[in-house]
């Protein structure tokens, strides 16, 4: 577990660096990151909300139940758990960002997926991005809470595709961020 948490440590860094240029605030609560080896059937990370924990499955762990065909399939092991741990820390930065609704779900996971895919390395995110290419533009409109819940990696791979086509994505990300945009609605 030594190796791991070097790499939660590098994640944290990188997070930092990531959220310093790309509009999201600096964690403004220190946030406990635990690798755990169990976690809740499909989950590889978990942050919870208003607890200021983060809970990753070891690196081992997470390999095994990592998505075989999802949308990070390519990254080694190693690479797949520092994406995560940033993904998570995405939503530690967005957790205290009110919502004009009940949740910014949407708007929450896709500030957290774009900063996962940020966190690449140049080859790995063009690979990513070249799986993410779709026929037509990517409108914010598909981008919704059930296609998160039923097919995440698509919606990461759909993000993605959504945040390319922007012409300043950590503009994008900050109106996000400061709720001036948005991609949630109200439920009824």
């Known amino acids: 577990q030594t190796a791991d948490g070097e790499f939660v440590c590098g994640a944290v860094r990188q997070a930092t660096m ?5 509009n999201l605030p600096p964690l403004s609560r220190p946030v406990r990151i635990a690798v755990v080896e169990d ?6 990370a978990l942050y919870h909300c208003g ?8 690196t081992s762990n997470m390999q095994e ?3 075989p065909n999802g949308g990070f399939k390519h990254l080694t092991a190693d690479e797949y758990f520092q994406s995560v741990v940033v993904h998570e820390l995405s939503h530690a930065a967005t957790d205290p960002t009110p919502c004009p609704f009940e949740a910014c779900i949407v708007a929450d996971e896709y500030i957290a997926y774009a900063m996962q895919v940020m966190s690449l390395g140049p080859e790995a995110q063009q690979v990513f991005e070249n799986r993410s290419a779709f026929k037509d533009p990517v409108s914010a409109e598909e981008l919704s809470v059930v296609l998160l819940f039923m097919a995440p990696h698509l919606f990461s791979q ?3 595709a959504h945040l390319s086509q ?14 001036s945009l948005l991609l949630d609605r109200e439920r009824f």
Request: proline residues 3%; glycine residues 6%; contains cysteine.
């Open 166 to 179: 922007r012409d300043d994505p950590c503009s994008y990300i900050g109106q996000l961020m400061d709720r």
């Open 18 to 22: 990531l959220f310093d240029t790309c």
């Open 158 to 160: 759909k993000v993605w």
């Open 65 to 67: 139940r990592r998505d």
């Open 51 to 58: 607890e200021d924990i983060i809970e990753v499955l070891s």
């Open 39 to 44: 976690l809740s059937q499909g989950c590889v």
